[in-house]
């Protein structure tokens, strides 16, 4: 017992060990691929399919089958003196026999080619579920630098808040300020712990989310590292870039993509394989035996010398030619065409799926990239009418409620910059990943 509580102090120290890092998005995306349910549950898929693949490999092998029987007669039965008497009669059989076969009509190779299709499609299904994590991953950890930005603001706000209510409280003291003013100022600063508290809360729960996603079994203690925010600015670029261009790219390299023209590939083999019931096939077979037999009131050989002399061996040639089958085999066909017209027009809504997310994604590049140059104007025009509002207030010009205005309009800007900034960063990273690169920044 003492042991077992060992042991578990000692993997939650090591599991607190590892959530108290900060997570980098390399570190977030590479743990949820390797812990995600669901992409356990399509590697088990991929592994099934291996097994196909192999049991359709090994159908080229001869087969070998043994039997072993024992029958017993009873009653009245004609004897070689041609009268009918009581007898009871025992026969022991041993038979091994083997088969190969030799032409299928082009069956087994087609079948082979089919599951290694089918297995490199599961293969690119998987790599599919993996690259849907990671932009899940990647999309909850910006969220969580959101919400820490508008946490930090809403912080920063308190801060300037509190020094205004003890400025103010001292003006009130030295008759320099109403007590109407310093009350206003104490409510926007009760305002402003209340947005601070909220925004708290939206970090706890976007941690949260992320942590989920990364089947972490607690947030507790989990964080994440915040990129450089002024190394960010000018590092996405869309010049040279456009839909069509990034959709050419992500065409050869996408794997939702591969996946269905492997399976398209893989339906033409499946009408050769429906196809192949019309052909005749052949086999070849061969086998051995002997049997061992008593009846009552005759006498016999003993079990060594019957089974010596009963042993029989065989060889054959089996030629199955398909003549009507109640148009099975033509329907078959039929159908098998039907799979292969409704493949192709899944290719195609795949593909009209992928280029209407590359649509929206560099439109929403384009609108990141301009936001974050229109917040970068903002910041300065907000930046120097705060300096201007403050200073009047500081000599008596401004009431309260303007320099409030001009401190969270500064303050706002601020925080819309940075979040352009991710934004800007995330669309862009996106914009490469469609092209086969990491998503991360």
Known sequence: ????????????????AVWAQQWTLRQCEDYAVEHNISIKQQENQRRQQELQLSTARNSRLPDLNGS????????????????????????????????????TGFQI???????????????????????????QVAQAYVQILY?????????????IDSMQVARLDAFVKNGKASEAELSQQKATLANSRLTATQADNNCRL????????LELPTAEGFSIVRPDVSSLSGKSDLSGLSPDVIYAEALGVKPEIISQ???LRGAAHSIKIAQAASLPSLSFSAGLGTNYYTTSGFPHDNLGKQLENNFSQYIGLNLNIPIFNRFSTRNNIRSARIDQETQQLQLDNTKKTLYKEIQQVYLNAQ??????????????????????????????????TEFNEAKNNYLKSE??????????????????????KELNF
């Open 147 to 159: 919400d820490v930005e508008i946490a930090e603001v809403a912080r920063r706000q308190i801060e």
């Open 206 to 213: 976007s941690l949260l989310t992320l942590s989920q996603l």
């Open 109 to 135: 190779p087609n079948q082979i080619k089919l599951n290694q299709l089918n297995l490199e499609a599961v293969t690119a299904d998987l790599e599919k579920a993996k690259n849907d994590i990671r932009m």
């Open 1 to 16: 017992m003492k042991k077992i509580v060992l042991s578990f102090i000692v993997c939650h120290l090591s599991f607190s």
């Open 367 to 400: 609108n990141a990239q301009s936001r974050e140059k229109a917040s970068a104007e903002a910041v300065q025009s907000s930046k120097d009418a705060f300096a201007l509002v403050q200073a009047k207030y500081e000599n008596g010009k401004a009431a309260i």
């Open 68 to 103: 072993l029987g024992q029958n017993f007669s009873f009653g009245r039965g004609l004897t070689a003196e041609n009268t009918y008497t009581n007898t009871n009669t025992s026969n022991t059989s041993f038979q091994l026999g083997t088969s190969i076969p030799i032409f």
């Open 261 to 263: 023209e492997l399976r």
């Open 415 to 436: 925080s819309d910059l940075v979040q352009a900034r991710y934004e800007n960063l995330y669309q862009h990273a996106l914009l490469e990943f469609y092209r086969g």
